[in-house]
T-cell receptor, first 107, second 115 residues
Framework: GQNIDQPTEMTATEGAIVQINCTYQ??????LFWYQQHAGEAPTFLSY????GLEEKGRFSSFLSRSKGYSYLLLKELQMKDSASYLCADNTGKLIFGQGTTLQVKP | DTGVSQNPRHKITKRGQNVTFRCDPI?????LYWYRQTLGQGPEFLTY????????KSRLLSDRFSAERPKGSFSTLEIQRTEQGDSAMYLCASTSTGNSEIGYTFGSGTRLTVV
């Protein structure tokens, strides 16, 4: 089956670090994506993990553990513009999304 | 290339009317996906095409919904006899097979309001 879980909401302070977790139980797993979505806009691609370990892209990093069915997105040096919804999605030939985590960055 | 284009951006229709949305994917992408998203939720998969072939349809896609991609380029999503529960953002995405690392590119969506 396909069941992707992530927290509904998180709050963090500007300049801080935040970690958004995602767990999944899927068959036919072929990689895990993270997308960012600002209100009223399209999701935009952040990262893709297909092998275990950490992928770093500037202020954003994503981690995958296939044996644990677990991923996280790490955002460093938070900025106000990082306030958005963060979507975890597994790739089984199509993207299956979690409900998204709404992150609010406060001054 | 200007990315994935969706038209119209907004559509307000009366219950019972038919509506049709269009998606123009990135030209070199052979796969095209339709999703539906309601407030506070992640996008829900509806259907996808590889070239002109419709490879999978979600159980969410009732018989009032139909999608086509006749020439393997643009796609249309039609909803017949719309209901208030159809009100949502309809997103289109495209990608190329064998290039998962580049991600799926989403359009800006068509927001449907059924009154």
């Amino acid at each position: 089956g396909q069941n992707i879980d992530q927290p509904t909401e998180m709050t963090a302070t500007e300049g801080a670090i935040v970690q958004i977790n995602c767990t999944y139980q899927t068959s036919g797993f072929n990689g895990l994506f993270w997308y960012q979505q600002h209100a009223g806009e399209a999701p935009t691609f952040l990262s893709y993990n297909v092998l275990d370990g950490l992928e770093e892209k500037g202020r954003f990093s994503s981690f995958l553990s296939r044996s644990k069915g677990y991923s996280y997105l790490l955002l460093k040096e938070l900025q106000m513009k990082d306030s958005a919804s963060y979507l975890c999605a597994d790739n089984t030939g199509k993207l299956i999304f979690g409900q998204g985590t709404t992150l609010q960055v406060k001054p | 290339d200007t990315g994935v284009s969706q038209n119209p951006r907004h559509k307000i229709t009366k219950r019972g009317q038919n509506v049709t949305f269009r998606c123009d994917p990135i030209s070199e992408h052979n796969r095209l996906y339709w999703y539906r998203q309601t407030l506070g939720q992640g996008p829900e998969f509806l259907t996808y095409f590889q070239n002109e072939a419709q490879l999978e349809k979600s159980r969410l896609l009732s018989d009032r919904f139909s999608a086509e991609r006749p020439k393997g380029s643009f796609s249309t999503l039609e909803i017949q006899r719309t209901e208030q529960g159809d009100s949502a953002m309809y997103l289109c995405a495209s990608t190329s097979t064998g290039n998962s690392e580049i991600g799926y590119t989403f359009g800006s969506g068509t927001r449907l309001t059924v009154v």
